[in-house]
C-alpha cells in the first residue's frame, strides 16, 4: 500500500553568485507504508531537500506530493522530522521535552500519562528531570524521537539523525531505531550518507546522484529481519 507519492518534484535554489543550482530534478519515490526506507547519497546531492519536502517544511517549485492521495501543505505531526543533533529544546528537561510533542497535537492533558510509558521505551528511566546537556548525544537524540512516536506519526522522518555520534553509541541508536520501527509500526525515512547503515536498518534503499540530485537507482533488500 502507497503511503506517500512523490511525482515529478523539483526544487532549485539561488546560490551567493546568483546562479540557479537543481536541488532536485524530476524526482518520482512511492513511499510504502510501514517500510523502512533509506535515502542516500553524497552531499549535496539533495538528501535534505527532499525530506524537507516530506515533512512540509519546504514546497516543491513544481510536482506533487502526497499522503495517503492528499497533497501536503505544511509540517504537521502526522510526520515527525528529527534533525542530526539539537533538535531538543535545551531549556526543557527530557520529560518535558516528550511533552511538546503532545502539546503540538493540543493533547497534552488526555495523554501525559503516556509520557513515562515513552520515556521506558528509549531506556531513559530515572532521566525525566534533567535537561539535555546533561545526557548524551545518542540519549538526546532517542528524546528527540520519543517526541515525535508520542504523536503515532504514519512517518518518521530522520535526518542523519546517527551523524554526530561516535561509532558504539551510533550501533546502539540503530538498534534501537529498529526495536521502535518494529513495535510503532512507522514508516521509517532516513537519510544518510552511511551506505552500511542504510543496508543494515533498511527495506529498501534509493541512490540519489550528484547534482541535479536525481533519484539514479533503487534497491530492493529482503533480508529477514533478526
Ligand atoms: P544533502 O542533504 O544531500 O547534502 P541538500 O539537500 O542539503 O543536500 O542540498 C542540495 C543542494 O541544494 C546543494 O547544492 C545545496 O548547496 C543546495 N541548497 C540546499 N539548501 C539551500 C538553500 N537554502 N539555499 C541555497 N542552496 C541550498
Ligand atoms: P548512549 O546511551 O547514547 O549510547 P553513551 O555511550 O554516551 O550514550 O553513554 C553510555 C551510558 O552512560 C548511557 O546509556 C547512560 O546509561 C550513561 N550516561 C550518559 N550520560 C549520563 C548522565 N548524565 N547521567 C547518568 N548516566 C549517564
Known sequence: EILMEIKSVDRTYVDANNHTVDALKDINLSIRRGEFLSIIGPSGCGKTT??????????????????????????????????????????????KNIATGLKARGVYKKHKNEIAQYINMIGLDGFEEVFPHQIS????????????????PVALLLDEPMGALDAFTRADLQDKILELWKKNE????????????????????VIMSPRPGKISEIINISLPRP
Open 50 to 95: 527532499l525530506l524537507r519536502l516530506l515533512a512540509g517544511l519546504d514546497v516543491p517549485e513544481s510536482g506533487v506530493i502526497t499522503l495517503e492521495g492528499e497533497e501536503i501543505k505544511g509540517p504537521h505531526p502526522d510526520r515527525g522530522y528529527v534533525f542530526q543533533q539539537g533538535s531538543l529544546f535545551p531549556w526543557l528537561t527530557v520529560e
Open 137 to 152: 548525544g545518542g540519549m538526546a537524540q532517542r528524546v528527540a524521537i520519543a517526541r515525535s512516536l508520542i504523536n503515532h
Open 186 to 205: 512507522t514508516t521509517m525515512i532516513l537519510v544518510t550518507h552511511d551506505v552500511e547503515e542504510a543496508l543494515y536498518l533498511s527495506d529498501r534503499v
